[in-house]
């Protein structure tokens, strides 16, 4: 599995845009990149997945570098409840398909006032 | 959306006692769901993942005869951590998936604590 490399925490304005960036230079040419939230004491909520092209959905967009050994996690007008623990995945794929996700240690975002 | 629900979402209980979590979901269908484990202030870890009709994978590490994982039907996969200590609290959690395509959807845990 391809290892991800993320800041250990990092703090944003509320209103701001929150960019959370993730290292993945081994990352193999089939493998997606996933980021996952964690809010305190709940399950992971998927956030937004890419290949190689950039992505956006309505909670956030995720800029994927062109050698694809990097990216980044934009959040445009982060909130305070947007405050988790950030996973930035990048997908091992099972004989079956089904994806085996291995989690980091992910980014801690402090969203303050 | 896809959801996955686990039940209880927490549990006490005295030590010696066999704790069983159900893992649903409950508007789709799951072949394979995993089941991870969460001590405070760290990441998750995969425990294992879980077969419908067919034995659990498990991780390097994790015991198997302790951590007993079935999986009877396409909705529900159950852990149960059998004759639990103290070291066995944690926070467990599943996802599951409707199909290799689509990312993987988490349930909102079960925090175990053993007394």
């Known amino acids: 599995d391809a290892k991800t490399t993320q800041p250990p925490s990092m703090d944003c304005a509320e209103g701001r845009a929150a960019n959370l960036p993730c290292n993945h230079s081994?990352?193999?040419?089939?493998?997606?990149v996933y980021w996952y939230r964690q809010i305190h004491s709940q399950g992971p909520q998927y956030i937004i997945h890419?290949?190689?092209n950039n992505e956006t959905n309505e909670m956030a967009s995720l800029i994927i570098t062109e050698d694809r050994k990097s990216s980044t996690l934009i959040l445009p007008h982060a909130t305070l409840r947007d405050t988790a623990v950030y996973y930035c995945?990048?997908?091992?794929?099972?004989?079956?398909?089904?994806?085996?996700?291995?989690f980091g240690t992910g980014t801690r975002l402090l969203v303050s006032p | 959306g896809a959801v996955v629900s686990q039940h209880p979402s927490w549990v006490i209980c005295k030590s010696g006692t066999s704790v069983k979590i159900e893992c649903r979901s409950l508007?789709?269908?799951?072949?394979?769901m995993f089941w991870y484990r969460q001590f405070p202030k760290q990441s998750l870890m995969l425990m294992a993942t879980?077969?419908?009709?067919?034995?659990?994978?498990?991780e390097q590490g994790v015991e198997k005869d302790k951590f007993l994982i079935n999986h009877a039907s396409l909705t529900l996969s159950t852990l149960t951590v059998t004759s639990a200590h103290p070291e066995d609290s944690s926070f467990y959690i599943c996802?599951?998936?409707?199909?290799?395509?689509?990312?993987?959807?988490f349930g909102d845990g079960t925090r175990l604590s053993i007394l």
């Open positions: 995945i990048v997908r091992a794929w099972m004989n079956t398909g089904f994806q085996k996700l291995v």
């Open positions: 879980s077969n419908e009709g067919s034995k659990a994978t498990y």
């Open positions: 890419g290949l190689k």
């Open positions: 996802s599951a998936t409707p199909n290799q395509g689509q990312p993987q959807h």
């Open positions: 081994t990352i193999s040419g089939n493998e997606y």
């Open positions: 508007d789709f269908q799951a072949t394979t």
